[in-house]
Nanobody, 125 residues
Framework: VQLQASGGGLVQAGGSLRLSCTASGRSIATDVMGWFRQAPGKEREFVASISRVGTVRDYADVVKGRFTISRDNAKNTVNLQMNKLKPEDTAPYYC???????????????????WGRGTQVTVSS
């Protein structure tokens, strides 16, 4: 499977962006999906994860209440709605996939085996 993230851009603090991750090559219906980000000089960090059919969602504490992860398996896409953006949210954002079991989410970047290219999110103060 190949993943392509899109939707990044420049936004003022307090604004919103919606990222999309589109998969090709096969269905991601059996994959746990995740979003990560990596600011310059920092480790790639977990943002959000969603289970195979979307019933379980997990978020990093720093984005909880502001970001929402969702998926549409019929369209082979995963989205990340980001509201109330802060300058510290600035980073390239990456989507990732790993085949998993029902109800599973994954926070560890080391457990994902497919990654898309990042989409840059820049939040100005």
């Amino acid at each position: 499977v190949q993943l392509q993230a899109s939707g990044g851009g420049l936004v003022q603090a307090g604004g919103s962006l919606r990222l999309s991750c589109t998969a090709s090559g096969r269905s991601i219906a059996t994959d746990v999906m995740g979003w990560f980000r990596q600011a310059p000089g920092k480790e790639r960090e977990f943002v959000a994860s969603i289970s195979r059919v979307g019933t379980v969602r997990d978020y990093a504490d720093v984005v909880k209440g502001r970001f929402t992860i969702s998926r549409d398996n019929a369209k082979n896409t995963v989205n990340l709605q980001m509201n109330k953006l802060k300058p510290e949210d600035t980073a390239p954002y990456y989507c990732a996939a790993r085949q998993g079991v029902t109800g599973q989410t994954i926070k560890s970047k080391d457990r994902y085996d497919v990654w898309g290219r990042g989409t840059q999110v820049t939040v100005s103060s």
